[in-house]
Each structure stands twice: as structure tokens, then as C-alpha cells.
Nanobody, 124 residues
Framework: QVQLVESGGGLVQAGGSLRLSCAAS????????MGWFRQAPGKEREFVAA????????YHADPVKGRFTISRDNVKKTVILQMNSMKPQDTAVYYC?????????????????WGQGTQVTVSS
């Protein structure tokens, strides 16, 4: 079993930066592909970024490509989403997720573990 807890959300002005952290517990963390999703009010959950179990492969959704960066540290059992040049459209609850089935599953929205979410609000 794996537990995921997000932190680092908050209020930021457009053009600013925010760094989200996902702290994981469980011995199987290092074997999981990890990802970030977001859900804005009235919208469906949206894939943001994914990273393979060893960090060798990363994927970023087009709306955030070039602005957001996903990374992981398997020693500290953390996953990071660095968000730069933020836009009001980035406002959402951000969720950390993990899958035993690799980044293909994460990119398709399938995950075995989910965090509770952290609110990110970008003001114009």
C-alpha cells in the first residue's frame, strides 16, 4: 500500500511560480510511475505530467509543456511539480498519483494511488 500527500499549493499571481510536492510512504514507491493531475471547477480531471519509476522518462501535457517540470527523488520518496509562468487557466486542485502499470497508464488517467489534492489558484 502507498499513501500520497500533496503540499505546496496556494495563491499566486499570473506569471509567478509555485512548487508542489508529493510525499509518499510505502516500500513499493520506487517501482511506481508517478504523475500529476488537476481538476478545475466544472471541468474533468486533466493529465498534467508523468514520470517513469526511475525518472528516465517524463511527459508533460501540451498546455503546460515548457512551463511545468515533473521530477522525483526515490531516496526521499518525493515527486515534484515545478510550475513557472503560471496562468489563470492553471487554477485547479492538483493531485499526485501513482501506477504500477507505468507512464502509459498514468498518461491515460489510470492510477492505483491518489493523494488528497492541493488547491492552486492563479490570479490575473
Amino acid at each position: 500500500q502507498v499513501q500520497l500527500v500533496e503540499s505546496g499549493g496556494g495563491l499566486v499571481q499570473a506569471g509567478g511560480s509555485l512548487r508542489l510536492s508529493c510525499a509518499a510512504s510505502g516500500r513499493t514507491f520506487s517501482s511506481l510511475a508517478m504523475g500529476w493531475f488537476r481538476q478545475a471547477p466544472g471541468k474533468e480531471r486533466e493529465f498534467v505530467a508523468a514520470i517513469s519509476w526511475n525518472g528516465g522518462n517524463t511527459y508533460h501535457a501540451d498546455p503546460v509543456k515548457g512551463r511545468f517540470t515533473i521530477s522525483r527523488d526515490n531516496v526521499k520518496k518525493t515527486v515534484i511539480l515545478q510550475m513557472n509562468s503560471m496562468k489563470p487557466q492553471d487554477t485547479a486542485v492538483y493531485y499526485c498519483a501513482g501506477s504500477v502499470d507505468g507512464t502509459v497508464a498514468v498518461r491515460a488517467g489510470r492510477a492505483d494511488y491518489w493523494g488528497q489534492g492541493t488547491q492552486v489558484t492563479v490570479s490575473s
